[in-house]
Nanobody, 124 residues
Framework: QVQLVESGGGLVQAGGSLRLSCAASGLTFTTYAMGWFRQAPGKEREFVAAISRSGANTYYADSVKGRFTVSRDNAKNTVYLQMNSLKPEDTAVYYC?????????????????WGQGTQVTVSS
């Protein structure tokens, strides 16, 4: 079956960096665009970043633009989220998802598969 497994979360001070990974199995990875979302307590899941099947195209939420970078390694079936200049408001559970239609990658309800999430906590 399809599995998306996130890793790399943790506790970091404001201004610090983390690199999240999402390893995919059970699907043809290059068939799917990939996205990152996050969900803070009491809030809805929100879009963070997305990357096209080849990795040639990316886009970001305004709140993370210039600080976060999404990338993928299709040989390793893995997508990454490099997070720099972290702020306390970035604290959330971060999820990766796989979506067939890259044009819909901002919409959580369009995703075909989700990982279980990894906690990121940024202290002030």
């Amino acid at each position: 079956q399809v599995q998306l497994v996130e890793s790399g979360g943790g506790l970091v001070q404001a201004g610090g960096s983390l690199r999240l990974s999402c390893a995919a199995s059970g699907l043809t990875f290059t068939t799917y665009a990939m996205g990152w979302f996050r969900q803070a307590p009491g809030k809805e899941r929100e879009f963070v970043a997305a990357i096209s099947r080849s990795g040639a195209n990316t886009y970001y939420a305004d709140s993370v633009k210039g600080r976060f970078t999404v990338s993928r390694d299709n040989a390793k079936n893995t997508v990454y989220l490099q997070m720099n200049s972290l702020k306390p408001e970035d604290t959330a559970v971060y999820y990766c998802g796989a979506i067939f239609d890259y044009s819909a990658a901002r919409r959580a309800n369009e995703y075909d598969y989700w990982g279980q999430g990894t906690q990121v906590t940024v202290s002030s």
